[in-house]
């Protein structure tokens, strides 16, 4: 038998990766990573106002370079016998389209129109049509964001789609339907780009998208009575949805011939990076995996038997079949975790911004968070009164609240910066402690804690009082990168090499490189701090909400 391969691909906030895998072994062949271009110069965003867009064109382009790239740096025959290939992508990350399911960034006249691109999931611009979607659910007769957590976001598709059909009447003109990033590069690379005919992913639809079996996408009625401009859209979308072991096609002759692959590859439905970085960092029931970078997003899996009757309030959804067919996959996250401690290590470094060396400026830049992390460790969980919030990119779980603001109180003339960084490194912890409260309150059990991600690799420091915090061992994941691999898995289901994604698990799997367990004694004082954290976010909250109503 002849050695078979399979191609991962993770689209991820800033770039793109792709992870070769020997089929049966689970050998890495080759891999590669690009950065965005537009995006790393900062194009088509505006910080200021919460916007976040990307051009598909940096989609299409790092996807031949880092194909071609991994394919490189393997055998001659590796490339004539890749027989799968399947995609994860951020979410919610929406694009209009035309009848033909182009992108419009892509049509003459919206070359650099930000309103024609990719809409990234940290995009907030539609906070506004969030809490319309949120009121009108609750006074619906079906609520459809019942399996969505009950509290719609700004970062899924709907809100933005509404948002951008009304700030561009150009845009609006144009166009016809809209598809999540996911589905579009499956779609684009087997040719069939139709919004009406493209295989949409399950894992995008009941997460994001208020899809359900039972009712599919929302009535159209509910979406006319939320803007009239959604009017027509339900019809120019999809009622069916698949998850990743099923097959969308094969490669088009014209990417096979860019990719350096052949027409033989079959291309699989697509998912959400933290729902495919779950499988490959081989979540189970009962083990909540956590994909710990810029935010995080924590994936549990459940048997239908343990879900009877039971909603889960507050998170990002609870669907069939998202992460393991089969099985109920749901989500929650923070919406800042590395970016906390990357916003204190900017507000400390502005200073070196006014050095004429920039050379020295970097090289100080670069020693700031090492250095805290350095004496942040030897602050005990007594000395420092400081007590945060991680909310300064607002909250995603539980019960999503985009408008709540970070907070740090405590502070005296004798606060040091490294007292700051470790509150604020706490304040993650607690984040982290009340998303699984929220599990455990609802019946949902959880034995051990996965992670996987640029945190959960590189700070023991984070790892450690993390684990102290949730009371619970946490296994770090060996693979540098899960959410290709668990892609790559899904790959060889669907070429047919194994019949479940739980088979391709258990012979691709890299099993996990450490574990961090708690320290009881510190937990004991953790749980008493954080006390005072639920009574900061509550105050904190109460003061957003009256703030708010005195703009109004």
Not at 324 to 334: D, K, L, R, T
Request: proline share 4%; hydrophobic share 40%; with cysteine.
């Amino acid at each position: 038998m002849s050695d078979k391969y399979v191609i991962g691909v993770d689209y991820g906030t800033d770039s793109c990766r792709a992870l070769i895998l020997n089929a049966y072994s689970g050998e890495e062949i080759g891999s590669s990573v690009k950065n965005y271009p537009r995006w790393m110069e900062g194009k088509y965003c505006d910080s200021l106002k919460d916007r976040y867009r990307q051009h598909p064109l940096d989609y299409t382009g790092v996807l031949e370079y880092i194909v071609n790239d991994a394919l490189s740096a393997c055998p001659a025959d590796v490339a004539g016998n890749v027989v799968g290939m399947a995609f994860d992508t951020t979410g919610s990350t929406p694009v209009l389209t035309d009848e033909n399911g182009t992108p419009l960034a892509l049509k003459s006249g919206f070359e650099e129109n930000p309103n024609a691109m990719f809409i990234l999931w940290k995009d907030h611009t539609s906070v506004k049509e969030a809490a319309e979607i949120n009121e009108l659910a609750r006074k619906w007769e079906t609520d459809y964001t019942r399996y969505e957590g009950g509290i719609y976001s700004s970062e899924w598709v709907w809100a933005k789609v509404i948002h951008v059909l009304r700030q561009d009447e150009e845009v609006r003109k144009a166009a016809y339907s809209w598809v999540e990033h996911c589905d579009w590069m499956p779609a684009l690379l087997t040719g069939n780009t139709k919004p009406e005919d493209i295989r949409r992913s399950r894992c995008a639809a009941g997460h994001k998208a208020m899809w359900h079996e039972s009712w599919g996408l929302p009535d159209e009625e509910f979406l006319v009575a939320l803007d009239p401009l959604l009017k027509g859209f339900r019809n120019r979308l999809y009622h069916k949805t698949y998850t990743s072991d099923i097959v969308v096609g094969t490669l088009t002759e014209e990417w096979a011939e860019k990719l350096g692959l052949t027409v033989n590859v079959k291309v699989g439905v697509g998912a959400f990076d933290a729902h495919l970085g779950a499988v490959g960092g081989e979540v189970s029931p009962k083990a909540l995996l956590r994909i710990m970078g810029t935010s995080t997003c924590d994936i549990m899996t459940a048997s239908y038997r343990e879900m009877e009757n039971k909603l889960v309030p507050g998170i990002c959804g609870q669907v069939d079949g998202s992460v393991v067919p089969g099985y109920i996959g749901m989500e929650a996250g923070q919406s800042a975790f590395g970016d906390v401690y990357a916003w204190f290590k900017n507000l400390l470094s502005w200073p070196l911004s006014l050095l004429e060396n920039e050379e020295k400026a970097k090289e100080l830049e670069e020693q700031i968070l090492p250095k805290l992390t350095e004496e942040a460790l030897k602050i005990s969980i007594d000395e420092s009164a400081v007590l945060a919030t991680d909310w300064i990119n607002g909250r995603r779980t539980p019960d999503a609240n985009p408008m709540v603001k970070g907070t740090i109180t405590g502070i005296t003339l004798g606060t040091s910066a490294p007292m700051i960084f470790r509150a604020l490194v706490e304040a993650t912890a607690f984040g982290s402690k009340a998303i699984i409260d929220r599990f455990i309150e609802n019946g949902i059990e959880i034995k051990e804690v996965i992670a996987l991600g640029g945190v959960a690799k590189k700070s023991d420091m984070v790892m450690q009082i993390l684990s102290d915090v949730l009371n619970m061992p946490i296994k770090i994941v060996r693979s540098e990168q899960a959410c290709a691999l668990g892609a790559a898995m899904f790959a060889a289901v669907n070429a047919g090499i194994y019949k479940k994604v739980e088979e391709a698990q258990k012979a691709l799997g890299q099993e996990f490189e450490k574990e961090f367990t708690p320290n009881t004694e510190k937990h004991k004082k953790y749980i008493k701090i954080y006390e005072k954290y639920l009574n900061l976010g509550e105050i904190t909250e109460k003061l957003m909400i009256k703030q708010n109503l005195s703009d109004v």
